[in-house]
């Protein structure tokens, strides 16, 4: 019995020493809804950016005009991606000019976030990794 003892208080020793260094760490937040009568519903379309476009790095390579227009095509997509809004409507939609909109999709396409036909966009699965391209 006095052995059974002896291990569970190693046990709990080892435990406490694992658990020690998160101590610090502030708790984790309890999520809670702010506006009930607002809560999101999914009703007819629907569009999403996985969480790894975070998590994964995307984001933080993208540059501003980028990521305007990476939202403005998942926004736009239908449920493979795909949009075939002109240059002249996008640009006056994000209030960019026409070599911000060429050059932020080309660099969207160099990090292989969507592809392009000279007409038909499409908004890709992620790759396995983010790209980092000069801005």
Known sequence: MIAKIDSLGAGLRLWYRQVEPYKSRPAMITKKILVSDRVRKING?????????LRDGFLEHL?????????????????????????ERICALLHLRLEQDVAARDGLINKELIAFDGT???????PAAARSCER
């Not at 501003?64 to 809004?85: C, I, K, N, T």
């Not at 038909?120 to 699965?125: A, D, K, M």
């Open 45 to 53: 379309g629907f569009s999403f950016i996985p969480h790894r476009f």
């Open 63 to 87: 540059s501003q005009p980028e990521l305007l227009l990476y939202l403005f095509l998942v926004l736009a997509a239908d449920h493979r991606g795909l949009s075939y809004y002109s240059y």
């Open 120 to 126: 038909l966009f499409q908004v890709l699965e992620l």
